[in-house]
Every structure is written in structure tokens, then in C-alpha cells.
DNA sequence: CAATGCCGTATTGATAACAAAATCGGTAGA
DNA sequence: TCTACCGATTTTGTTATCAATACGGCATTG
């Protein structure tokens, strides 16, 4: 069977309103602070109401929306309170994803891991920022993934999905990702290698750095939200 | 403004359901397994099948719930796999919590703490095995809410959640909870000092200690699910 | 006797309609 | 001029209903 089978392949209009929405919030396209109505929605959608209704409590629970009586629903920004809780959660939940890979991960995982750390270095020698975020983005979901651990990798992919906005926006003010790609390498390694403390360690200071990283960024352009 | 104020006070049927429905579900008056169609659930609680669906919604993101079409709405058991998974990721989530709390709890957060605590001693001397599990669960609560992390608490206290009743069944074949009252203290005395690293390892070896007895228990009983 | 196809039924996905509640605007009065 | 009240309108919470779909039983056939 395929792999990805595993997630229920039907078709309702529930889970299609849930992705477009999610698709049009990630990208900016309903930027941080929009809000309109559930008609206005549903109209925009091409269905009714209840649907998307259900779409935006997923949503909600997801952090990506707030839902306020009378006021419609609202695309959250992401403030610096906000990127400092979920950075702090990301470490210790990548640390232990990353601790967890080591001795399960398989071969195959292992190889796409590489092949997508290819695709970043091959991405920053063009200076093609968009697709380096891309492979950025998903290295730590494969991780996520490796480490076997079914919840953990849904509360992981989770708190990225929230933070992917103000990566977006770091990556456009700040040009090179400089150390990066070395940390990425280096949990790579020790997970091949089976060290796993080395790897927990590892994923833990490179997602601290990069709270750092955007604290500065933050500080220095006088954002507070994004 | 009254603190409390933030959190909507608003009363909704689709609360009322999600509230009733989880209450039901952790108190084990819905055991693990139950399952039925959404007009029953609608009718015993009075109300139309909206609500319900969308408070079912809630509770399958919480995690507690399965919605599978045709087959109703099931409770979910928890698997030893879904317990070793949990608890690998409260280690880390409520290591990072005592520690965050260093230096940010109040002195009536640790007050409650230490009053808390007091109550599951004295709950353990009068052999009051469900005084002393609502003390341990709100203990684990207050920490995590000490953290002033709001995502890491809720995140936390959607795991605690879940593994809420696996909690209860081992109350209930193990007389005694040895040496958590020990920790317990440790961990607040640490937090009071303000030895951060000492109170995340506390209470991450606490948690992990607690999954090697919730494993010896249920693979002595030959049990794979609660 | 087993297997397969068909039909009735039950459950869910979805829509439309309803009622309540709150917000906004205007108007009147101080 | 500012404030307070009142009504109209908009938005949401909820219900009732419709339609589609999957399941199970039953009969028929090999």
C-alpha cells in the first residue's frame, strides 16, 4: 500500500475550505490581521457556511485564527511573545525528536534528509531564498518525522506551520542563513551515527540561535509583530 | 478588569457539549471503545446535532475522540504505544516548564504549590487514593501553568488530558505512588531557588520514571490499551 | 452451500432558514 | 457639542431539512 494512504483520501468540503484557508494564510495571501465574516467566506469558497465554519475551528485549534463574536474571523499575527514561547517549545520538541531519530531512522529517511540538504546548499549557492526556505522547512519536518513518534511530529509540524510567516519575513531582511546549513549537517551525522544526545543537543541550540537570531531581527527593525 | 475576564465567558451550547462530552469521557462514564452516531449524542444532550459536531470536532483534536464515517463518533483507548509516546514528549514539555518557571513563578503560584502538595500528603496518609490523584494532576497543572509559557501549558495540559484515565487504572492496580511526593518537593524547592537545570531534570527523570512503571504495570497485566 | 449482487436503511455532509444578540449609525436632549 | 438612547442591520448560534453515500441484510445464482 502507499504510504501516504494512511490519511483518510476523501474529499469533503470541510477539509477542502481547511487546506485553501491554511494555504492563503501561510502564504500571506490573507495576511496577519485580516478578518471578514463566515458568508463572506463561504461565498469566496463556493459553499455554504457550515463548512466553513468546521474549517475555521480546525483552524483555531491549529493558532492560526482567532474566532471573536461579532468581530469575524481573524488571521493572527504573530507577535514576539508568541515566537519566543513556540522557539522554546520547537527546542526542546526537536531536541527530542532528533534524540528519538537516532537507531530508528531508516536508510531511506536518512538518504531524503541528505537529498533535501543538498537542494538547500544548491539553493543558497543560486541565492534563490525561496527555495532555500523551502528545503529549510522541510529538513525539520523530516526530522520531525524520523523520529518515529506520531504526536510528537504533529505538535512539531504544528508550532512550524505558526512560525512559518516570520521565517518568511526573516529571510527577506536578513540574506544569509549563515551557520545553518553546518547545524543541519552536524544532526544529520550524529543521528546516523547514533549519537543521541549529540543530535538532541544539537537540534536544541540551533533552534535557540535561531530564536536569537529573530529576536535580534526583531529588536533591530522595531517589529513587534508580524 | 477582572483577570479571568480574558478567557471568554461566553456560555454556548457547542461549549456546554465539549465540556460535558470531555468530563464524560476522562471520568471513564464514556469508557474507552464507546461509540455512537451523532443523533444520539445530539438527543441525550438535548440539543441538535450541530453543536455536537462541532464539539466533536474539539475533542478529536484534543485527541480523545476518533470521528470515522458510518461508524460514529468512538472513544479512543490509549495503546502503551500512544502512552510511551506521550510521556517521552511530557518529559521534555514539563522539563522546559519547572524550568521556565525559575525566576517567573509568583510567590502564591508556589504557595498553591506547596499547598497542593500538602493536600497529596495528606491524601496519602488517609489512604485517599482519589484525593491524591487530583492533587498529582493539579500539581503537574500549576507547574506547567508557572511556566507563563501559555502555549507550553496548554500544550501540557492537552497531554495530561489524554493520558488522564491511563493515570486512574494505574492508581487503582498500584497501591502506592512511591517516591512522586519526594520529586514533587524537589522540584518546587528548585524552582524556589531558582536552579533551573536542576528543576527541568527533576522533572524530566520524574516523568520518565513514571512511564517505566506505567510500562512494567501494563505489560505485568498484559494489557495494550486502557 | 457459498458467493455475489441488489435494495432498504441509517448516518453523515451540506444547505437554507430562523432567532437572538450585538454593533453601528442617527437623532434627540442636556 | 457631547452624550445617551433607540432602532436598523449585520453576524452568529442553532435548528430543521435535504441529499448522498456506505453499510447490512436478503435473495438469487452458480
Redesign the interface.
Known amino acids: 500500500m502507499h504510504p501516504a494512504m494512511s490519511t483518510k483520501a476523501?474529499s469533503t468540503r470541510v477539509d477542502n475550505a481547511y487546506e485553501r484557508l491554511k494555504t492563503e494564510i501561510l502564504s500571506g495571501q490573507l495576511p496577519p490581521g485580516f478578518q471578514a465574516p463566515e458568508p463572506d467566506i463561504a461565498t469566496r469558497l463556493g459553499m455554504s457556511r457550515?463548512p466553513v465554519?468546521?474549517a475555521l475551528?480546525?483552524l483555531e485549534?491549529d493558532?492560526l485564527v482567532d474566532l471573536?463574536?461579532r468581530r469575524g474571523a481573524k488571521v493572527l499575527p504573530i507577535s514576539r511573545q508568541?515566537i519566543c514561547?513556540?522557539y522554546?517549545?520547537l527546542?526542546?520538541?526537536e531536541?527530542?525528536a532528533a534524540g528519538?531519530a537516532c537507531g530508528k531512522a531508516s536508510d531511506e529517511a536518512l538518504a531524503e534528509i541528505n537529498c533535501v540538504l543538498d537542494g538547500a546548499d544548491e539553493a543558497l549557492e543560486d541565492q534563490d531564498i525561496e527555495a532555500w526556505a523551502i528545503c529549510d522547512d522541510r529538513f525539520h519536518r523530516l526530522v520531525a518525522r524520523a523520529s518515529g513518534?506520531?504526536?510528537?511530529r504533529a505538535?512539531i509540524e504544528g508550532f512550524l506551520d505558526q512560525v512559518y510567516r516570520a521565517n518568511l519575513v526573516l529571510l527577506r531582511l536578513n540574506k544569509a542563513p549563515a551557520s545553518n546549513a553546518a547545524d543541519h549537517r552536524a544532526i544529520v551525522e550524529a543521528i546516523r551515527e547514533g549519537k543521541s544526545d549529540a543530535a538532541a543537543e544539537v537540534a536544541r541550540v540551533h533552534r535557540l540561535n535561531g530564536l536569537a537570531r529573530m529576536n535580534d531581527l526583531l529588536q533591530h527593525c522595531g517589529l513587534n509583530h508580524v
Chains 1, 2 share one sequence.
Open positions: 476523501r457550515t465554519r468546521e475551528i480546525r485549534a493558532g471573536v463574536p508568541d514561547e513556540i522554546q517549545i527546542a526542546v520538541l531536541a527530542l528519538t513518534n506520531l504526536r510528537l505538535e
